[in-house]
């Protein structure tokens, strides 16, 4: 089992930034990919970013790359989000999720196996 918990979503003015903290607790964090997604409403959850187990790889969805990066701290078993330059059409709830696959980093909503509450995120213009 694994809990996740986002934290840091807000509302800011486009151009701005925000970051996103996600805590995780029960299985040993290190074991396991990361990943954020976005839902808006009437959407579909979208991809957004994704981390492998030791931080050495990351993927990201064209629409924020250059702007989001996303990290991770084994030490503190927490996930980040750093989202800069924000525009009005990232406005959406951004969850986070544990892949517990084996595989590196996925980008698809139904390999990952846990998800957090989510946290809003509203980009003003």
């Known amino acids: 089992q694994v809990q996740l918990v986002e934290s840091g979503g807000g509302l800011v003015q486009a151009g701005g930034s925000l970051r996103l903290s996600c805590a995780a607790s029960?299985?040993?964090?290190?074991?396991?990919?990361m990943g954020w997604f976005r839902q808006a409403p009437g959407k579909e959850r979208d991809f957004v970013a994704s981390?492998?187990?030791?931080?050495?790889?990351?993927a990201y969805a064209d629409p924020v790359k250059g702007r989001f990066t996303m990290t991770r701290d084994n030490a503190k078993n927490t996930v980040y989000l750093q989202m800069n330059n924000l525009k009005p059409e990232d406005t959406a709830v951004y969850f986070c999720?544990?892949?517990?696959?084996?595989?590196?980093?996925?980008?698809?909503?139904?390999?990952?196996?846990?998800w957090g509450q989510g946290t809003q995120v509203t980009v003003s213009s």
């Open positions: 029960g299985r040993t964090f290190s074991s396991y990919a």
């Open positions: 981390i492998t187990r030791a931080g050495s790889t990351t």
């Open positions: 999720a544990a892949d517990l696959g084996p595989y590196s980093t996925r980008t698809s909503p139904s390999a990952y196996n846990y």
